[in-house]
């Protein structure tokens, strides 16, 4: 066994974390990641928006990954987003009944992602919200935001987090509505109208 002196930073290869990136598209995206609702539900609705970096930039290697409830405010409980073949080992995709509530997209050539989601139900006191995770080029930890829906003002000026935002950002976290069920929500990660990022400890 050969021993590897830690002492010495030249002696010790680098890990995942120290090299250099991104390798989001290697592996992690796969067919139909944002093909989150079942086909034909009622409460589908479409999300679409770019992620753009400090200097306004578009990224064309971006990856988001996203969370809901489902209509009810029900997390859900069942497996099922990236399905594989027992016996080839490869990918059969979602089931396209079951909602997992769960999300990977990557950006395209021209920085942008689109999803199909149900419309997540209202948990607790907060108003209805998706939780995303950004992961993107210059970023060495991934980071966490929401998006609100516009659709209940009342409950957007009542929800916990939003109340604790300064209001000049607070539209940063909030989609905006487009027609037949379609909302735009755009990333910014540094810079004018960067989006409101979440801490978590």
């Known amino acids: 066994m050969t021993k590897i002196d830690t002492s010495r930073p030249e002696t010790v290869l680098p890990t995942p974390s120290h090299t250099v990136g991104p390798f989001y598209g290697h592996a992690l ?15 589908t609705i479409a999300l679409q928006g ?25 997390l859900p409980q069942v ?3 990236m399905r594989r073949d027992p016996s080839s080992g490869g990918f059969l995709g979602r089931n396209g009944v079951e909602f997992t509530g769960w999300g990977r997209i990557q950006t395209d050539a021209n920085g942008h ?11 607790g006191h907060s108003a209805p919200y998706l939780s995303v995770c950004v992961f993107a080029r210059g970023l060495l930890v991934h980071l966490f935001t929401r998006i609100y829906l516009p659709d209940d003002e009342t409950a957007l000026t009542a ?8 209001p000049a950002r607070r539209d940063t976290l909030i989609a905006t509505r487009g027609e037949l ?3 735009r929500f755009d990333i910014r990660l540094q810079g004018e109208g960067e989006t409101v990022f979440l801490e978590f400890q």
């Open 181 to 183: 069920g379609t909302y």
């Open 113 to 123: 992602w689109s999803a199909r989601t149900l419309r997540p139900g209202a948990r």
């Open 50 to 74: 770019y992620v753009y970096d400090g200097d306004g930039n578009p990224l064309p290697d971006a990856f988001l990954e996203l969370w809901g409830a489902d209509p009810e405010g029900n």
């Open 159 to 166: 929800d916990p987090l939003l109340t604790r935002v300064d």
């Open 29 to 43: 995206p796969f067919p139909g990641g944002g093909d989150i609702a079942p086909l034909g539900h009622p409460d």
């Open 79 to 81: 497996d099922g987003s």
